[in-house]
């Protein structure tokens, strides 16, 4: 019999393959017409668990859209650890700005292109292939694992924690290792080691309650565009802080031991700009690209829109204007009370003339930070080292993986964060891709983890 | 023979059939796709007119949308008369609050509900029938008429400049009576006598060049929708004064008797509300309603739009966002110096970290006013008298009519407004209708017209 490594390089093309198969199913969890697609998916994964050789496996159904389960647990004295990915994607829009279809995966130069196969097909493929290459080529694997693969990830989880609590015996291990996440640069090997916390809320502002001509109602009558834009400048002081009262008040700042730790990473403001192709940066007074990425809390727009969007002209003041906000949260800010804070924000600096209605999006997750001694820590340290021939950076993470603060407070497990997806690769934006390479290492790397995990 | 009130009130409803024809025609002259559907609405146009007994029909191509010529001038004592009025129509957005489609006519409570049937298709009807009345009864009309039909009245008429200019002997008349514009209210009859001005701007903001995450980037690089809503906000005081520096320096204020004829025109504010669908009155401090809507230039948001508008959230730092503007002008603005001002102040409070592109829309209008004793003017009125039992009132109009101010500077002529549409029937919105009496009133008001204005 071949070695597992043997083994799965024999098979990158076949591996491949089937991520180009997973990538072709629109599996986006935020749009009620793609639930046909999202149930593809977790057939589609449930399929591939089962093929592997893992046990239990099961397509549950839950309020919202499926989990996964598989386990194999055939190793007594051996850890156990409970491997968390999501099989949902981002919406593809603006799909004019994809070079080929977001459902079409294409290579080129040594990487994939498809909307969700870096978020997080292509990664949560991994472990599958993974364990697949242990029970082929020795029938047993080197600890206990269990598979826990979501549908929910890039709408917030909503049915997870539900899903979480009534199965905490079934999900219970040593501590979860993260097949979700990514690696900052690939250039530098890295363990996310925290991450932001999450919360939103949309508004509508409506004017009369029905589009009116603006020649001949203009000037009498409110413009929920004003309205809205005159709301919107007023979450933000021009600098670029949060100005709704109390958004600062429990963020824990960050000792000089800790700034300095972060001024020591490697950071080429030329080399960062090209990445997010921007001219400058741009944020809070006072904080490096790093703090302000990682460590401090933001009030983002994601959305903002009313009236006559076509070509041309047309002389409207629209009924409505919406807009959606999400924040980033870190220690110790809780969403609820950011939430509240915006209502009342909003509420309070409402122009004259206009009606307001705000939805409470019920996602929201804690800032998580996993203890720098924790053991599945050390090994992806070791792991990374051996591939990359350099000593992994601990980085934290400007984005939300709210998996990690749910598992830590319902299971009592921490999260290792272990994916090969890369920070550039364009998740959340239009030609999404995934490099090859990166599918190859994560292979080596997961194997590579198994094994030294199995070493007491 | 019939008379020809007797022709007209005999063919009430083939004529009343033939507007219904007419308004399935989606002529939406702002949007390309719908060139096929504007070129079969001046053929339909063209057709009515040979059929009505004129002479000379053509359809003239410009750089836009073509116009429809037509004429009878065998009095050579009479009057001449160059009618207007326009054959495209606005967009039908929002479709989801169309009771009934907007290009599927129907009639509902004495009401023809379409895109375009009170603006101007229903209004712009009627003289070619009155025409035709004529010309079935008695193979002649009272005074010369020429038509002009144009196809971008919608957009601003941007050919019709260059057109008007290149034929001005073919146009020449007396003076003009237009088939566009409105009366204000449907128990008051009024005749319009001024108009507002318009010009306009679209812009972007553009910050990286790309769509990041929220989670990634977040508070290191300028989120356009912020930039933008600031930059819309700096418009306004939140009073609701524009304020654009040198705004409303051109502005010339009006006197008291002017103040007090206005105040003199009966106004309910219950009434107003309900019209428009409104809980409030806004507008600029220290003028009424009528003068905010007709004597005081305006400064509208008609569209504004960036980022992720779908269900759900999607945390998205979007690389654009876009705002289109009209203002509405009042004598003494200038076009061109109101959209310099706006440029500049756009230009000078760009926040930080973002791009601006601005884009000056080309079509533009300057204010216009008749004088009080222009006999096209009297003839109106004293019609109006004899249908209504009452004096109409002398208004103003909010929206503008570029044709009014083009045929005073090219021809030398003023313009009288002879509009059977009102300003409650919802035009540039959801739900546009015209009522049935009103096509009845004005093919009973356009033949008494022409012959009183034949008696010297």
Redesign the interface.
Known sequence: MPSVQEYLIANHERILAELIEFARVPSIS???EHCGDIETAAQWVATQLTAAGLSNVKIILTSGHPVIYADWLNVPDAPTILIYGHYDV??P??LD?WISPPFDPQIRDGRLYARGVSDDKGPMLIPIKVAEAFLKTSEKLPVNIKFLIEGEEE??SPSLETFVAENAVLLTADFALSADG?MWRVDVPSITVAS?G?V?I?FTVT?????????????????P??A?????????T?E?RVAVAGFYEDVRELDSAERLALARLPFDENDFLKQ?????????PGYS?FE??WT???L???????????????????SE??A?I?C?LVANQNPQDIQDKIVHHLTQNL?????LDIHR?D?MALPYEIPETHRGLKIAADVLGEIYGQEPLHVR????LPVSELFKRLLGMDTVFFSFST?DE??????EFFRLQRLYDGLTAWALYWQKLAVV
Chains 1, 2 share one sequence.
């Not at 364009?426 to 030609?431: I, L, Q, R, V």
């Open positions: 935020t749009q009620p981002q919406p829009d603006p700005k709408i917030g990514a932001r999450l939103g949309e004017g009369a309650k029905k589009d009116l001509h603006s020649g001949r109602f203009g000037g009498a009558v409110a413009n565009l004003h809205t834009a005159q709301l919107v400048a007023s979450l933000h021009p670029g997010i192709q921007a001219d400058e940066l741009f944020g809070e690209t302000r990425q401090r809390p933001t983002e727009i994601n959305g903002l829109w009313g009236g006559y969007q076509g070509h041309g002209s047309k002389t409207v003041i629209p204007a919406h959606k999400t980033r122009p004259s003339g206009v009606h999006e996602n993470m400007g984005g939300t920070a364009d998740f959340h934006a239009p030609n």
